[in-house]
């Protein structure tokens, strides 16, 4: 009596057989990876095709590349700065109110056109003499007048 197997054995799926690969590749390479190269192929031709056809110009207002061509410059750039504000007589404002009045002095600094390093500098040339005096005065160093 033949000897049969008490449950029947599963079957594995068969390999498909191989195939030959593409020219100029191995024999090992897949069949999918030889399907997706010549899809790249087919792609990076495809992408060549495209850039090789001629574009059509934009219009003038909007090529980013001409941005400019219809502004209008002008050479005096930024605002105007009255004349007090700036150069030689405002330095010399400046030195008239510090002779009689710093405080407004310290306002004319920041109300000018000067640099802002400029303001600060000032500022604290301004403020240092009574910042010094105040010092010395609370420390009993000074007597305060009166």
Not at 19 to 43: C, F, H, I, K
Request: charged content about 15%; some cysteine.
């Amino acid at each position: 009596m033949p000897m049969e197997p008490l449950h029947p054995t599963a079957q594995l799926p068969q390999a498909p057989p191989p195939t030959a690969p593409a020219a100029g590749l191995p024999s090992w390479v897949d069949q999918s990876e030889v399907v997706r190269l010549a899809n790249e192929q087919r792609e990076r031709e495809e992408a060549a095709a495209h850039a090789a056809l001629p574009q059509i110009p934009l219009p003038p207002e909007r090529d980013w590349r001409r941005v400019g061509d219809q502004m209008k410059f002008t050479h005096t750039g930024g605002r105007t700065e009255s004349f007090w504000a700036i150069g030689g007589t405002s330095i010399v404002i400046f030195l008239v109110l510090f002779l009689f009045c710093s405080p407004a002095a310290l306002v004319f600094t920041w109300l000018t056109a000067w640099k802002t390093d400029s303001k600060v500098i000032v500022t604290l040339l301004l403020l240092a003499p009574g910042v010094i005096y105040l010092f010395l005065v609370l420390t009993g160093i000074v007597r305060a007048p009166g």
